[in-house]
């Protein structure tokens, strides 16, 4: 019985204080998606999961020489390029590393959880009753 809703639950049902609805085999609550991930939206998740990790290592592995290019390019030359270009360049390179490193690692948890049958819910819980 949900305290929240004061309904019956099916097991791996969680109540999402943030949409007042229980969700089955809830996840978590994604700000990202605007709307609680569980069991009809995962698959989705982990399609965009992939595709954005993809999409920053395409970005990373294209983008290699351009950057490599900037930062070897001289200062006191008068044809080198302007350094705003080469900062929005640099600039960009580097977001774009940080942004696939993490989604990249969150996009693996996500595979670790799902091949040991967890959600993330259940995997704080566990991991809170370990210690």
């Known amino acids: 019985m949900c305290q929240r809703c004061l309904r ?3 097991d791996r049902c969680h109540h999402c204080s943030q949409c007042n609805v229980c969700v089955l085999k809830m996840d978590h609550h994604c700000p990202w998606v605007a709307n609680c991930i569980g069991f009809n939206n995962y698959k989705y998740f982990l399609n965009m999961l992939f595709y954005a990790s993809m999409t920053c290592i395409l970005i990373i592995l294209t983008t290699n020489k351009l950057v490599k290019t ?5 200062s006191s030359d008068g044809s080198s390029l302007d350094y705003r270009i080469a900062y929005f360049i640099v600039t960009s390179y580097v977001l774009a590393c940080v942004f696939g490193f993490i989604i990249t690692g969150f996009f693996t948890f996500h595979l ?6 967890y959600t993330t819910i ?9 210690e």
């Open 8 to 10: 019956t639950k099916p």
């Open 70 to 74: 900037v930062l070897d390019q001289p």
């Open 112 to 117: 670790w959880l799902i091949k040991n049958q």
């Open 122 to 130: 259940e995997f704080c819980e566990k991991r809170g009753s370990d």
